[in-house]
């Protein structure tokens, strides 16, 4: 079992719609928790952090529950400027930062 | 801009040849790491410095990549011996210890074996 699972996609959208994506992952010792976002051929940047009460950024709402192991991240009235790939990503400490595969995330006129 | 800067951002090169890539970090990060990125995957965890000491070393990174960060600065990844399956992008990350460990990248450096 990977050490963090997301379902690769692609979710395909029309703009103004909503769409989640969740993460598991298998470490209970995680501490950290962070989506990123990467655009075809780029490096991935830092979208948000995720806090243990939730968080929202703009259009965007994070997600963690502990006890069932997920993250998730909501993306309200999506922009064709979302269309990226959305990276889960678990820090266990020290250097022990695991990426996701990443889920594919097209939006469409 | 003082974000994470590698290079070169692109290098082709034949199979047998060594190639190597250099990671400028965010200068007060004491953090860095390296990574490989193949299509459809995450980035993979490849070796880890924390200042200038390298704490951890993936079993992906066989004998024919090295890594260093003399005086905890800048780092260097080496690769001896290419072959077609290092054909990646090779990402270098860095990040300021007690912030979470929330790490910033740099562009990348794309790597083709010819």
């Known amino acids: 079992r990977k050490e963090v699972e997301q379902d690769p996609g692609p979710f395909n959208v029309p703009e103004g719609a909503t769409v989640a994506f969740n993460c598991t992952y298998s470490?209970?010792?995680?501490?950290?928790f962070f989506w990123y976002r990467q655009d075809c051929r780029k490096e991935p940047k830092l979208l948000m952090s995720?806090?243990?009460s939730g968080n929202e950024d703009g259009r965007f709402t994070a997600q963690l529950n502990r006890a069932s192991q997920y993250i998730s991240l909501l993306i309200r009235d999506s922009k064709l400027s979302d269309s990226a790939t959305y990276l889960c990503?678990?820090?266990?400490?020290?250097?022990?930062?695991?990426f996701g595969a990443g889920t594919r995330l097209f939006v469409k006129a | 801009d003082t974000g994470v800067s590698q290079n070169p951002r692109h290098k082709i090169t034949k199979r047998g040849q060594n190639v190597t890539f250099r990671c400028d970090p965010i200068?007060?990060?004491?953090?860095l790491y390296w990574y490989r990125q193949t299509l459809g995957q995450g980035p993979e965890f490849l070796t880890y410095?924390?200042?200038?000491?390298?704490?951890?070393k993936s079993r992906l990174l066989s004998d024919r990549f090295s890594a260093e960060r003399p005086k905890g600065s800048f780092s260097t990844l080496e690769i001896q011996r290419t072959e077609q399956g290092d054909s990646a992008m090779y990402l270098c990350?860095?990040?300021?210890?007690?912030?979470?460990?929330?790490?910033?990248f740099g562009e990348g450096s794309w790597l083709t074996v010819v």
């Open positions: 200068s007060e990060h004491n953090r």
């Open positions: 995720v806090y243990s």
């Open positions: 410095f924390q200042n200038e000491a390298q704490l951890e």
């Open positions: 470490n209970s010792a995680s501490q950290s």
């Open positions: 990503v678990v820090w266990s400490g020290g250097f022990k930062t695991i």
């Open positions: 990350a860095s990040s300021l210890n007690g912030s979470g460990n929330t790490i910033y």
